[in-house]
């Protein structure tokens, strides 16, 4: 149909330009003369009338002159619709720009977008209260040269996707929980968004709970140390065998629950915040290899390959490195059985160097997997009671891990194996 309309249109035009052409020779005696005039005419009008279209389509003006009728005004409708449209467009458009800061102003956590050299773009009015950066002050500053704190640009430089760090305001005693997402805005570039909230309340519940658990486990050690003691005495002066077993399972428990008590404060100093860090130049498979020699004298006997890849050093903390290894490999051999394997790399891609565990022990359910790394969670009831594990191994390995802004990635199947990865991002790697 509009086809059709079109059609009719351009054949009415050419018709009323001839006819006009033929009237204007007949009254001006020449036909080329009056062809000019008439064509001319014609052309000024379709000007007049394609800028009176962009008038109404950038500034809304409304073309009356077109009457109701015709193709023309069947165009002349439909630009004035469209003009409608727009301008309602853009005004839900500008009172959604208007709610959005309105939320943003309102939101209780701090909110700053960086740009991919760590300036600030954009941050609402609860960043100046928390972090005393300023929406029109501190625009285009960077972020490092604002917020001072060092564990902060630490975090900044080593972050990991879904991490977060906890800081602790001196100057105004709070906590603060700062969190970074990396995106890409609508021209490609790559940017940061950095969200602060005050969890005060929630550190200190925390900090109980930790001083809570040190406290508790050095209480503990002086009664532990004392049965123990008096065990073995036991064991060593009896000749009833029976009274020399129990005093036996006496000490096996002691010891079992020394080595908890342990963990709980090993796992306790790497939850402090506070605790320094040191960077050192870590020699990976040097540090595997001091873990593998105590395991050499045991009964048990497990085939350990060691493949390193990477010759790069690790920049990190050298006693929590160890840490982590000693707990990976402890777990490994622990669940796998005598004449199995336990295989142990160091390599690196582009995005990250990876230090691997993998065994070929019992495996772990999938529906324990994400849990596995939690304080004390057993599989099974009786499983760590018969290895002789505390349930804080790879709870510490977690802990550890995010301390140093890497990730642990676990994958097993039952009765096949079990594979640790721990993934440091490549900015941790020590430079040539």
């Known amino acids: 149909m509009r086809l059709t309309n079109l059609i009719f249109f351009l054949f009415g035009q050419l018709l009323l330009v001839i006819v006009a052409i033929v009237l204007l020779s007949a009254l001006l005696g020449g036909f080329y003369l009056s062809a000019l005039i008439i064509i001319s005419l014609y052309l000024i009008l379709m000007l007049i009338y394609v800028f009176s279209l962009k008038e109404s389509l950038q500034n809304g003006f409304k073309i009356k002159w077109l009457g109701t009728r015709g193709y023309l005004s069947e165009i002349n409708s439909s630009i004035e619709a469209l003009s409608k449209s727009r301008w309602r467009y853009r005004k839900r458009f500008a009172q959604l720009i208007k709610e ?20 600030i773009e954009w941050c609402n009015r609860s960043s100046l209260t928390l972090l005393g950066v300023d929406q029109e002050r501190d625009i285009g500053q960077k972020v490092g040269n604002i917020i001072r704190f060092p564990s902060f640009n630490k975090y900044l430089k080593y972050h990991k996707t879904d991490s977060f760090i906890d800081i602790e305001d001196s100057n105004n005693k709070r906590f603060l929980r700062f969190r970074i997402v990396e995106y890409r805005d609508y021209s490609s570039r790559n940017k940061k968004f950095i969200s602060v909230r005050d969890v005060t309340t929630q550190s200190k519940l925390n900090q109980i709970r930790k001083d809570f658990i040190a406290n508790a486990s050095h209480e503990l050690k002086t009664p532990l140390t004392s049965i123990k003691g008096y065990s073995e005495i036991i064991n060593e002066d009896t000749k009833d065998q029976e009274l020399a077993n129990f005093a036996n ?50 009964n048990k006997k497990i085939n350990f390959n060691v493949s390193i890849e990477c010759d790069k050093k690790l920049m990190s903390d050298e006693g929590l490195f160890y840490s982590i290894v000693e707990n990976l490999v402890s777990n490994a051999h622990r669940y796998t059985d005598e004449g199995g394997e336990v295989f142990i790399s160091w390599s690196a891609n582009p995005e990250y160097a990876t230090l691997l565990v993998q065994d070929t022990g019992i495996g ?10 939690e304080r004390f969670y057993r599989v099974d009831k009786g499983r760590n009671a018969k290895t002789g594990g ?23 199947e039952l009765l096949v194996g079990s594979s640790f990865s721990c993934r440091f991002p490549n900015k941790r790697l020590a430079k040539d």
């Open 100 to 119: 959005v800061n309105a939320l943003a102003s309102a939101i209780p956590d701090a909110g700053i977008i960086i740009d991919e050299f760590d300036n």
């Open 249 to 298: 399972q006496i000490t096996l428990q002691a010891d079992r629950m020394n080595k908890i008590i342990e963990d709980l404060l090993s796992l306790s100093k790497i939850e402090n915040s506070e605790m320094d860090l040191n960077d050192d130049a870590i020699d990976v498979g040097s540090i595997i290899n001091q873990v593998l020699e105590s395991y050499e004298s045991m």
């Open 390 to 412: 505390t349930g804080l191994g790879l709870s510490i390995v977690k802990h550890a891990l995010d301390r140093m802004g890497a990730e642990l990635v676990i994958e097993s």
């Open 364 to 373: 772990i359910p999938q529906e324990s997997i994400d849990r596995i790394t």
